[in-house]
């Protein structure tokens, strides 16, 4: 089945303490991007990476770093969380950069103390 | 990517039709719009995309203006399970600059 998979679905952190999430395709694409989303601000891209070791800034990229060593695999690392990166967080995928449509991980709630 | 502005919630009686405006006036002639939709707090599902044409899948319809200014997503018999919030984006090939960031959207109660 083809999918984005993010891991984990949940998780509770306290500030400092590095952490990544992990993020999945399965369907070959060439994009992908992640997203923080936070009440009445719609989805705001934090990266994305157009290919293997092709990465690039989103709209709100601070305290975030990415990395795209393998085409499948995109993780989102916080090096040193802090409690205004508490987020729901979506990584996505599509087959290029322009007009293909997006398909969306199930996300990653993170709680940042 | 050329910005959108939706209104911000609407209400639908279950069974009637839900017609969901979106205007993007800044449009370019290679970018598409493209629609989502997100139910609760999972990931956004992609509805319906098109460029200059109307559109119909099992999911909705897509209505664009002539001058591609604004665009109706239409849902043509609204259940509860549509109630959601909506995106309209447009995406399309603009030199090197891939961002794309959604807005707030447009959140859809259907009403029984």
């Known amino acids: 089945e083809a999918q984005v998979t993010q891991n984990p679905r949940y998780l509770i952190t306290v500030t400092g303490k590095k952490l990544t999430v992990t993020c999945s395709q399965n369907?070959?694409?060439?994009?992908m991007s992640w997203y923080r989303q936070d009440p009445g601000l719609g989805l705001r891209q934090i990266y994305y990476?157009?290919?293997?070791?092709?990465?690039d800034k989103g709209d709100v990229p601070e305290g975030y770093k990415v990395s795209r060593k393998e085409k499948r695999n995109f993780p989102l690392i916080l090096e040193s969380p802090s409690p205004n990166q508490t987020s729901l967080y979506f990584c996505?995928?599509?087959f290029g950069g322009g007009n293909e449509k997006l398909f969306f991980g199930s996300g990653t709630q993170l709680s940042v103390l | 990517d050329a910005k959108t502005t939706q209104p911000t919630s609407m209400d639908c009686a279950e069974g009637r039709a839900a017609n969901l405006p979106c205007n993007h006036s800044?449009?370019?002639?290679?970018?598409?719009v493209y629609w989502y939709r997100q139910i609760h707090s999972q990931g956004p599902q992609y509805i319906i995309h098109?460029?200059?044409n109307n559109e119909t899948n099992e999911m909705a319809s897509l209505i664009i203006t002539e001058d591609r200014k604004s665009s109706t997503l239409i849902l043509p018999h609204a259940t509860l399970r549509d109630t959601a919030v909506y995106y309209c984006?447009?995406?399309?090939?603009?030199?090197?600059?891939?961002?794309?960031?959604f807005g707030a959207g447009t959140t859809v109660t259907v009403r029984a």
């Open positions: 996505a995928s599509s």
């Open positions: 369907m070959n694409h060439e994009y």
């Open positions: 990476s157009m290919n293997v070791e092709v990465t």
């Open positions: 800044t449009i370019s002639g290679n970018e598409y």
């Open positions: 098109g460029l200059k």
């Open positions: 984006i447009v995406r399309g090939y603009t030199s090197n600059d891939y961002k794309l960031s």
